[in-house]
């Protein structure tokens, strides 16, 4: 059992990493040398694992077998390795590879995995407290057949989906995970759309390592090199438009931003296979000694409603300092008058809400950027903080007012699955333009299947009233972009 779900890892790890050698030097074949070569871009995304909030795997050796046999294609650099976080993408589309790749049709990949690590956090501590768990899935060399085989066109541009159900991978017992991996993942073929082209990308963050104003392709005004967090690999470049709208600060546009800014970009993948951004915000300058931004959730907040001080569990850095602030840890981050506080994705805020010291809840996605000190414990200055698009996982209470059928405007409460929130519910509240996947509108939510509400958690500390629905503070509210009801062993 365990090798034929391993298998299904294969061909994430082979598409995050075929960016980095795929057909360079050192790769031998016995095969015939295909005819030119194509693109091949894999985007991924995952489903949130109640209680579970990081998974890790490094991945230290992989190859391509071409169809109808031949020597394996080696595509991962000698001594080379990739630690990826499989759980930041939570319902989410990244760019895992954006690859040019030989020309004709491969039918078996091989992997080699180690060093899987789970974390769940222990909300009996105050604060609580990430708890690492080594897992069961430790050098495992694993082949799989492709099926349908993968086949790339000479100039063409392929698009693949890589789902990673973790919620079916990691094992558990008695609801309580035990560090078993039986690593479950989906391929699925994109097909191009007018809107959102070879894919939506709505996870791409990172810090600017260079700027190019201009461009040998009319349809863009130019560029710039994304330098994601730890564990990814080559900077992406990012290409710009007349369109690609700029958030942040006043004046801000391509050529005015400044290398070593960190920034939020949404995106989508043109036919060509380019990455092409519709809107980059700019959340502050990062680089330099001691300073750094880190991503994760919300653990511990000093004082609802009027907080100075909160503790953050780190599941990403830029740049990478976890050599002082461990990736996976804990980190008090301290607010004064000056830290400055922002929304990501601003368009989804549309019931207007703020965000401030008064709106910092636990469980809330954020991220937070400033000087940084080690100690005990380590500690973050805060120059600003940004409220962070998030998916959560739960049961369908009921619906906040009277909701017709067909509605799609309206609010409903669910309880997270997540033992941060202790049962209490959150109020999600939807609109005209919420998508819904497994169900068409709020009448078809029900209590049986499992719910995934995305979009901005708030906390709100007075009344507030949300499409003519009175919210009770305090209280959790979500301002739902996406909604989904998916199986619960999905």
């Known amino acids: 059992m365990r090798k034929s779900h391993l298998t299904a890892l294969l061909a994430v790890a082979w598409m995050t990493l075929a960016a980095t050698n795929c057909g360079g030097p050192g ?9 030119g070569s194509g693109s091949l871009v894999v985007l991924g995304t995952d489903a949130p694992l109640c209680n579970v909030y990081s998974f890790t795997a490094t991945i ?47 039918s078996q990949i091989t992997l080699t995995l180690a060093s899987a690590q789970l974390t769940v956090i222990d909300v009996t501590e105050t604060p609580p407290q990430p708890v690492p768990i080594t897992t069961s899935l430790e050098n495992a060399n694993v082949s799989m057949n492709l099926n349908p085989p993968l086949e790339i066109t000479r100039n063409g541009t392929a698009s693949l989906l890589v789902d990673f159900h973790l919620f079916r991978s990691a094992l558990t017992m ?33 810090i600017v390592e260079s700027v190019s104003t201009t461009s040998g392709n009319t349809s863009f005004i130019g560029s710039f090199n994304l330098r994601r967090g730890a564990g990814f690999a080559a900077p992406l470049t990012i290409h710009v438009t007349n369109n690609t709208e700029f958030e942040g600060a006043p004046g801000l546009n391509l050529s005015t931003l400044e290398p070593g800014s960190f920034v939020e970009v949404e995106a989508f993948v043109d036919g060509n296979g380019n990455i092409v951004a519709r809107e980059v915000e700019l959340q502050g300058l990062v680089e330099g000694e001691g300073r750094a931004a880190f991503e994760g959730i919300v653990l511990w907040v000093d004082l609802p409603g009027q907080t100075s001080q909160f503790v953050l569990f780190v599941r990403g850095e830029h740049p990478d300092v976890s050599s002082s602030i461990p990736l996976r840890s804990a980190l008090t981050v301290n607010l004064n008058g000056a830290t400055n506080f922002r929304i990501v994705r601003p368009g989804i805020n549309q019931a207007n809400l703020t965000f401030g010291p008064a709106n910092l809840g636990v469980g809330q996605a954020v991220i937070a950027f400033g000087s940084y000190q080690t100690g005990t414990p ?25 909701t017709p059928a067909g509605t799609t405007v309206g609010g409903f ?64 509210v979500m301002e739902a972009r996406r909604v989904a009801q998916r199986p619960a062993n999905d």
């Open 60 to 106: 230290s050796g992989i190859t391509l077998t071409p169809q109808g046999g031949g020597s394996p294609v080696s595509v991962l650099g000698s001594g080379q390795t990739m630690t990826l976080d499989f759980l930041r993408l939570m319902d989410f589309n990244t760019v895992l590879s954006l690859a040019s790749v030989p020309a004709g049709t491969y």
């Open 174 to 206: 008695n609801g309580q995970v035990t560090g078993a991996v039986d690593p479950v993942m989906t391929v699925s073929r994109i097909s191009q759309t007018p809107e959102h082209g070879l894919g939506r990308l709505d996870d791409l963050h990172g």
């Open 378 to 402: 380590n500690t973050l200055d805060a120059a600003g903080v940004a409220l962070r698009p998030q998916t959560l996982r739960g049961t369908f209470g009921q619906l906040l007012g009277p």
């Open 27 to 35: 790769a031998t074949s016995s095969a015939p040398a295909p005819a």
């Open 413 to 476: 409460n669910m309880v997270p699955c997540s033992a941060l929130f202790k049962g209490q519910a959150v109020n999600v509240f939807t609109f005209a333009d919420t998508e819904f996947y497994g169900a068409s509108d709020l009448t078809g939510l029900n209590n049986v299947t499992p719910v995934h509400a995305q979009g901005l958690l708030f906390y709100e500390p007075g009344t507030t009233t949300i499409n003519g629905i009175t919210v009770t503070p305090p209280a959790m």
